[in-house]
């Protein structure tokens, strides 16, 4: 049996994408900026598809600008909102310690433009609190970036609160909703969002791109100067293939959600039930504040990658989170920030399941875990340290 548990790191497209893309490849393949009936008849399509995206999460129309995909997305975004700032004499930004580095690394860059970053913690469960989020604005804060749901752990974020918090104070709110948009609920306005990033491969469209919603009133800047697309604001002949295949498969996302959230979650709790048998192992992140699909545990005394590799002969496609950025050897930052040691965190494993998965292969993967767990940990010489008690487990 061959079973993709790696959702959060990229989907299947889906029959309704492909679809929707295909006569945008050799019939209506004109340039949506030329006047001619080829040109204007990708126009239209670009312009619908962006109705789609916008009502996807309660947005208008002219507040959706396509891009290349999520990371594209929240640069241009932090970008913007520093731009902003810096006007107004505010060079403050408050994030989270777990973004994805496509958020931390713009940080990163702004740090050293004479920006100031305060990296909040996230608790043990993964979560930052709206409290939190208040106590750090400061005078000078241009913006509050926090993640919708975090793609190592699943945990969701109290965005909406944030949200309340971020409006009452007058300070931009930005959310990276890449794990979140078409797999629960988001609505831009009822939760006071400002800026937010999507990105089409993450919910069953294709790769390579993206869109930044940006609540109108709110001057972004280029990150790609050129012509004049999506309002000026990012150049380039638009992907019309890959953008109409993104709001096909968001809006097929968004239409069967309740139905696919439960599904989700019930093949999701099948994982947890099953996992939390193996000794000393332990579920990453709060239980209930997550996305529907997935799961990270840690099992002691092993290797993440060993594990990967193991999994892979059985068939199973999943994560780790040891050594996956390009072969580095330091464990996750996010599980680092969640408190777990650097030994405990090399041996995590994420599994991310969508609805094209089954309750079979939620089985399957129930099965074999605990068993290529117990080999490596008969392989292991920390493992035979925990069982001597020459060291003592931190998963109990
Ligand atoms: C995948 C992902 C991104 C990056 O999106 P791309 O479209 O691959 O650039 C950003 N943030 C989160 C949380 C993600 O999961």
Redesign the pocket.
């Known amino acids: 049996m061959k079973v993709y548990a790696d959702n ?1 790191a990229t989907t299947m497209m889906s029959r309704t994408a492909k679809e929707a893309m295909m006569p945008y490849f050799d019939v209506v393949y004109g340039n949506p900026s030329s006047l001619y009936s080829f040109g204007q008849e990708a126009k239209t399509a670009l312009e619908e598809a962006r109705e789609k995206v916008a009502k996807a999460i309660n947005a208008d129309h002219k507040e959706i600008y396509f891009t290349s ?4 997305a ?1 640069n241009q975004a932090i970008l913007s909102a520093a731009v902003i700032g810096a006007r107004k004499g505010k060079k403050h930004i408050i994030s989270t310690k777990f973004e ?1 580095h ?1 958020v931390l690394h713009t940080l990163n860059k702004l740090e050293k433009q004479g920006y100031e970053v305060t990296l909040l913690d996230v608790h043990e469960n993964g979560v930052v609190t709206a409290a939190e989020v208040a106590a750090a604005i400061r005078e000078d804060t241009c913006l509050v970036t926090v ?1 919708f749901a975090n ?1 190592e752990i699943g945990t969701i974020q109290p965005i909406a609160e944030i949200g309340a918090v971020c409006r009452e104070k007058g300070v931009l709110f930005h959310t ?1 909703a ?2 979140a948009v078409a797999h629960v609920p988001v609505d831009v306005k009822a939760m006071n969002i400002d800026m937010l ?1 999507l ?1 089409g ?2 919910f069953h469209g294709p790769k390579g791109v ?1 869109a930044l919603y940006v609540k109108k009133s709110i001057a972004l800047s280029n990150l790609i100067e050129g012509g004049a697309q999506e309002r000026g604001k990012r150049a380039g002949t638009e992907n019309v293939p890959a953008i109409v295949g993104m709001a096909a498969a968001l809006e097929e996302s968004v239409l069967h959600m309740e139905e696919n959230m439960a599904k989700i979650t019930e093949m999701r709790e099948q994982l947890i039930e099953g996992l939390s048998k193996i000794p000393h192992s332990k579920l990453n992140g709060d239980r209930d504040m997550r996305v529907p699909g997935t799961v990270n545990f840690c099992f002691e005394g092993i290797e993440g990658e060993s594990l990967l590799l193991l999994l892979d002969d059985a068939g199973i496609a999943a994560s780790s989170g040891s050594a996956c950025t390009s072969g580095s050897l330091d464990p996750s930052h996010v599980l680092l920030s969640i408190g777990l040691p650097h030994e405990v965190a090399h041996g995590s494993l994420r599994l991310s399941v969508c609805e094209y998965n089954t309750p079979e292969e939620m089985a399957h993967i129930v099965e074999n875990v605990p068993k290529v767990v117990e080999y490596l940990r008969s392989m292991s010489p920390i493992w035979e340290d925990l069982q001597k008690g020459v060291k003592e487990y931190v998963i109990q």
């Open positions: 959060a995909g999520g990371s594209e929240d994805h496509a993640m793609n990276d890449v794990q990033s990105s491969h993450k993206g």
